[in-house]
């Protein structure tokens, strides 16, 4: 098999490493999934929507460069329990033996609603899946990533999240920014690094729900930052530690 080259400039910035990449069949999720396994790593592709994650794996598995087969883990964030993300790490352990990367890109955001008129149920779930999951997940995959030398846990965040009529997924973004901010204060220059990433407007199916698409010209295309994405999960990804990174375009 051929080497892949990386995303970013670096080659095989991610070679030998595993990745596990949420919401891997949205918009940046599919971009930074493909990016990550051209850079090298065997990515696992966590997703709820089972026919969107087998195109994604299939993009990746008939990559004409010959990239690493990735691996499917169909997944809802919102129904599972926290035994059931400890399963997942578990596998994952089993199955590939190590963990290097958890990119956090899934994202629950139903659209522009006055937070008085949202349903109490929808915001719950919102708020589950936009920050509680994305901490169950982090802490059952730590075991396993703090036995890599370099490992990276990578929390995606929306700079427009926390304005009006946001809802739950305005909230989370507070949330996950605090989330990060305590992670790095506890865990120190360990082996397992703690990034946020702001990678500005992207033409998205979430942003579609609150955008005109015709009219959104700062927008751009998810594969756009997916270089990003492969930066933080790498080596190079040492010199923005604990940030909320907003690369430049």
């Given at each position: 098999m051929s080497t892949p080259a990386a995303a970013a400039g670096a080659p095989a910035a991610l070679a030998g490493r595993v990745v596990l990449v949420t919401?891997?069949?949205?918009?940046?999720?599919a971009a930074a999934a493909h990016a990550c396994a051209r850079a090298g790593a065997t990515v696992v592709l966590l997703g709820r929507k089972?026919?969107?994650?087998?195109?994604?794996?299939?993009?990746?598995?008939?990559?004409?460069?010959?990239?690493p087969e990735p691996v499917n883990y169909p997944f809802d964030l919102s129904g599972a329990e926290y035994g059931d993300y400890v399963e997942l790490a578990d596998r994952v352990g089993a199955q590939l033996g190590r963990?290097?990367?958890?990119?956090?890109?899934?994202?629950?955001f139903p659209g522009l609603t006055p937070l008085e008129h949202t349903d109490p149920g929808q915001?719950?779930?919102?708020?589950?899946?936009?920050l509680t999951a994305r901490w169950w997940l982090t802490?059952?995959?730590?075991?396993?990533l703090r036995q890599a030398s370099d490992a990276a846990v990578v929390f995606v965040l929306d700079d427009e999240g926390a304005s009006?009529?946001?809802?739950?997924?305005?909230?989370?973004?507070?949330?996950?920014?605090?989330?990060?901010?305590?992670?790095?204060?506890?865990?120190?220059?360990?082996p397992v690094r703690f990034h946020g990433l702001r990678p500005g407007p992207m033409r998205t199916p979430l942003r579609a729900r609150s955008h005109v698409s015709d009219d959104d010209r700062r927008a751009r295309d998810p594969a756009a930052a997916a270089g990003a994405?492969?930066?933080?999960?790498?080596?190079?990804?040492?010199?923005h530690r604990g940030q909320a990174w907003a690369p430049s375009p």
């Open positions: 919401g891997a069949h949205g918009g940046l999720g089972v026919p969107k994650l087998n195109r994604v794996y299939d993009a990746i598995a008939r990559d004409p460069s010959g990239l963990l290097d990367g958890l990119l956090h890109c899934a994202a629950e915001f719950a779930r919102a708020l589950h899946v936009d802490r059952a995959c730590l075991p396993l009006a009529y946001r809802g739950a997924y305005g909230v989370a973004q507070h949330g996950q920014r605090a989330l990060l901010d305590t992670l790095h204060a506890e865990h120190g220059t360990g994405c492969v930066t933080l999960l790498s080596s190079a990804g040492a010199a």
